[in-house]
C-alpha cells in the first residue's frame, strides 16, 4: 500500500508519462494507469481536495484570468523532445526541427510564481505551426 501511495503522490508531483511511471515503480504502463484512476479518489477524499492535471484548452487571456484569478505572475517555456526518425518520408519532413537538427515533439507550458503547472498545450511535430500568444497578467 505505501508504495501505492508514494506512486500517486509522484505521480502529481512529476506527471511523468505512464510509461516512465511503470518503469520506475516495475509495472507495466497499463497498470500505472490503473492505479491513478483507482488512487485518485482515495487521495482526493484524503486530503479533502481535487488533484487535477493542467488545463490544456484556454482560448483567450480573459479565459486564464476567469480561471486562475490570484496568479500574477506566468512563466512559460517550451520543450522540444527528441523521437526516433520517421521511416515515412512525409511524416520525417513533419518532425523534423532545422533548429535542433533533428526529428522532435514540441510542447509549450506556463506555471505560476509557485511552480505550479497552469497549461499545457498538446504535443506538436518538431516544426511547431501554431501560434503562442503571452499576454501580461500585471495590465488587468
Known amino acids: 500500500m505505501s508504495e501505492k501511495l508514494f506512486f500517486v503522490l509522484f505521480y502529481f508531483k512529476c506527471y511523468p508519462t505512464f510509461d516512465l511511471a511503470g518503469l520506475l515503480f516495475d509495472v507495466d504502463r497499463a497498470q500505472s494507469n490503473r492505479w491513478l484512476h483507482k488512487l485518485q479518489p482515495i487521495l482526493e477524499a484524503a486530503l479533502e481536495q481535487e488533484m487535477v492535471l493542467p488545463e490544456r484548452q484556454i482560448k483567450s487571456m480573459a479565459e486564464f484570468i476567469e480561471r486562475f484569478p490570484v496568479v500574477e505572475r506566468v512563466i512559460i517555456d517550451g520543450v522540444d523532445r527528441p523521437i526516433q526518425r520517421p521511416q515515412d518520408d512525409v ?3 513533419r518532425t523534423y526541427s532545422g533548429k535542433k537538427k533533428r526529428n522532435t515533439r514540441k510542447q509549450i507550458g506556463g506555471c505560476d510564481q509557485n511552480k505550479r503547472i497552469l497549461v499545457l498545450t498538446p504535443t506538436h511535430a518538431g516544426k511547431f505551426q ?4 503571452v499576454g501580461r497578467l500585471n495590465s488587468r
Open 130 to 133: 501554431g501560434q503562442v500568444s
Open 91 to 93: 511524416r520525417q519532413r
